[in-house]
């Protein structure tokens, strides 16, 4: 049984907010689009989306395929962007903001998502992580105005993502633990304790779901929707 994920589940049920707040034929551009999971949602728009392709990884077509920082549109031709699990791939985020506050219209608004506490992934193409106070300033310093910004999932999903990551990683062999007879205790301990970080991994993403706790700790992912100001 493989891991719920329940930031993607929320990360859908966000954009899928988003996309039915969106009138009838609007035209949308998904920045950095991937294989554009969320298409489906925006059926009622008019969907364009944007990728550079270079990761070792599926795409679907791309409209256009080219730098975020130079989309070969005119100025003002969206009237809302998607820009999710993007920002910490862009080795020059600001350049990037800026072009699409040029390419969204005026009064548009743009749906941010991006990881706060993730392991390194698409190698090498993974340069930073944002705390809230990072995606504010960058977004305004692009020319947005910053009308929400919250936690993607709850405390209980980053919980969960730790331990599944532990149910794989934690060391087996005494020799990880420096050796020794502590060594060994520690390797026996890591052993039972990987399937245990499995279970529960399980169940608080299952938990996280259901509910997002916000009250204390910290969140994986950021969200945030920011409008170019009329």
């Not at 998502?113 to 705390?131: A, I, V």
Request: aromatic share 14%.
């Amino acid at each position: 049984m493989e891991f719920m994920n329940s930031s993607r589940i929320w990360l859908e049920r966000e954009m899928a907010a988003f996309a039915g707040g969106l009138p009838a034929g609007a035209v949308v551009l998904d920045a950095g689009a991937g294989d554009q999971p969320y298409r489906h949602l925006f059926a009622h728009c008019t969907y364009e989306s944007a990728d550079f392709e270079k990761v070792d990884k599926p795409y679907a077509r791309s409209t256009y395929v080219c730098d975020l920082a130079h989309i070969p549109v005119e100025d003002a031709r969206y009237d809302a962007v998607v820009f999710s699990q993007v920002m910490e791939h862009l080795p020059d985020p600001a350049a990037v903001l800026a072009e699409l506050a040029r390419v969204l219209r005026p009064g548009g608004r743009l749906f941010y998502s991006g990881p706060l506490f993730y392991e390194e992934h698409e190698q090498p193409y993974d340069y930073y992580r944002y705390t809230q106070f990072a995606v504010r300033l960058l977004l305004q310093r692009g020319g947005f105005t910053v009308v929400q910004l919250r936690w993607l999932e709850g405390y209980l999903g980053t919980c969960a993502y730790q331990l599944e990551r532990m149910s794989s990683h934690l060391p087996r062999r005494p020799a990880d633990f420096g050796g020794g007879l502590t060594g060994v205790a520690a390797a026996v301990a890591a052993r039972a304790a990987r399937p245990l970080c499995k279970l529960c991994a399980k169940v608080l993403y299952w938990l996280d779901a259901r509910h997002r706790f916000t009250q204390a700790g910290y969140p994986k992912n950021w969200l945030a929707l920011a409008d170019k100001p009329a």
